[in-house]
């Protein structure tokens, strides 16, 4: 039943991806870009534990679990996208903006993040036990990204408008971006910065690279993506040295690395949606509310203890050592398939149909009525939902309550009152 249900999620996934390539702008909408990271991060993690020669903890009745919550996740994001707009929704994102005020809205938002980013580097990072930051450093890097907004702020004035200003300001903004990519070869920061530079000519001038670079895109990213984990700086040192065949073999040793199965995020996963059926103990959405807390509560100005009584903290970490003698890995994760089924059982799957409505409105306020806030927001929200994949739905929700409330000053700020819509 396992390899059924495997092979269900590959059918799924590969409908979605010709659903995407049929029309070419359909790539850059939610169930794409999610189903890419599906087959690139879970697939691999998915194949793994059903060919388990290891033998490591996860019984078939978990496996199959985990297997056919994937695919309701998966299928979820398709279905949550269908849904028409709202256009109460539609009629709110439709703000005047003023395009200078947003220029200066964006030197700010640039100039916070180079300077977050510099304290970053003057302080000693603390670590919690499982190796995670805490502490100031956290908030210095949570504000540090935003650089990212400003980044595609002027990237799309950039495109629609090519003058030494804006494309300057793209250079600034960029600058600190491209560091974390070349020399820390740091993930998240690439995948962003390339779904920044896409989706803004496609916003502006509709441009889209032929179908065989997101084909090809997707089959590289699971060698990929395991390669610059392990590699990090040293993985562009290869490129930019031409060193292919180091590349390479690399890339099929990280790949070979997850498919052997020893730590995979999805395991994690397996685990936890096993022990919330057993316990029959489900967060009911505290699990959303408290990483929330953890990210946006500063214990260094409330006191760790008001900050602790924030928190539910309802999940079954604990648990796992106990059922299975089993811990998280230091640096993984729990993956949105465990951390949405720990909250809801089988019925967080609709946390991916709801973040689909949410895309969905989003595209049509961006394409079809031209807003320049639900623009921006787009290109901001599709590195946090892929992440929701990766990371965990508490993640999702973190970056996007961080994302709008960013946006929600810098278009207060810039508002026009009283004229047309402005295009990019």
């Known amino acids: 039943m396992s390899e059924t249900y495997l092979y269900l999620f590959i059918g799924i996934c590969i409908a979605i991806v010709v659903w995407g390539i049929i029309r070419l702008e359909r790539v850059y909408q939610y169930p794409f870009f999610m189903v890419t990271i599906f087959l690139s991060f879970i697939l691999p993690q998915a194949i793994a534990l059903v060919n388990d020669s290891f033998g490591l903890v996860v019984s078939q009745a978990a496996l199959q679990r985990v297997l056919l919550y994937s695919c309701m996740c998966t299928g979820m994001c398709w279905i949550g996208y269908q849904y028409k707009p709202n256009s109460k929704w539609l009629a709110k994102l439709d703000i005047p903006i003023d395009q200078r005020k947003l220029s200066i ?4 938002l640039i100039g916070t993040g180079y300077l977050c980013n510099l304290l970053l580097s003057r302080i000693t990072i603390q670590t919690a036990a499982n190796g995670n930051w805490t502490g100031p450093a956290t908030i210095l890097y949570f504000f540090g990204d935003l650089i990212y907004i400003g980044l595609a702020i002027f990237l799309l004035q950039a495109v629609s408008r090519p003058n030494v200003i804006n494309i300057l300001l793209v250079i600034i903004a960029a600058y600190p971006i491209l560091q974390a990519i070349i020399i820390s070869g740091r993930r998240q920061p690439t995948m962003t910065f390339l779904i920044t530079i896409g989706l803004s000519l496609f916003i502006v001038k509709r441009y889209i690279p032929p179908r065989w670079v997101f084909i090809i895109g997707i089959i590289l990213a699971a060698y990929i993506i395991p390669v610059l984990g392990q590699l990090r700086g040293g993985f562009w040192t290869l490129v930019f040295n031409g060193d292919w065949q180091t590349v390479a073999s690399s890339s099929q040793h990280g790949l070979n690395s997850v498919t052997e199965g020893k730590i995979l995020e999805l395991r994690n996963a397996a685990l936890i949606m096993d022990a919330a059926e057993q316990l029959n103990k489900y967060g009911y959405g505290t699990g959303f509310w408290d990483s929330i807390v953890f990210q946006f509560v500063p214990g260094q ?124």
């Not at 809205?105 to 700010?108: E, F, H, K, R, S």
Request: hydrophobic share 45%; net charge positive.
């Open 105 to 108: 809205a964006g030197i700010l």
């Open 301 to 424: 100005i409330v006191g760790f203890d008001i900050k602790e009584s924030l928190q539910f903290k309802l999940g079954t970490f604990g648990d796992l050592q106990n059922l299975y003698g089993y811990t998280v890995h230091n640096g993984t994760t729990t993956t949105g398939i465990g951390d949405s089924f720990m909250e809801f059982g089988y019925f967080g799957c609709v946390t991916f149909a709801l973040i689909g409505f949410l895309f969905k409105n989003l595209w049509i306020s961006t394409i079809y009525r031209g807003s320049v806030f639900s623009s921006i927001l787009y290109i901001g929200l599709i590195t946090p939902a892929m992440l929701g994949i990766t990371h965990g739905i508490g993640r999702f929700c973190q970056e996007f309550i961080f994302q709008t409330g960013a946006l929600f000053l810098v278009t207060y700020f810039s508002r026009q009152k009283k004229v047309t819509l402005i295009h990019f």
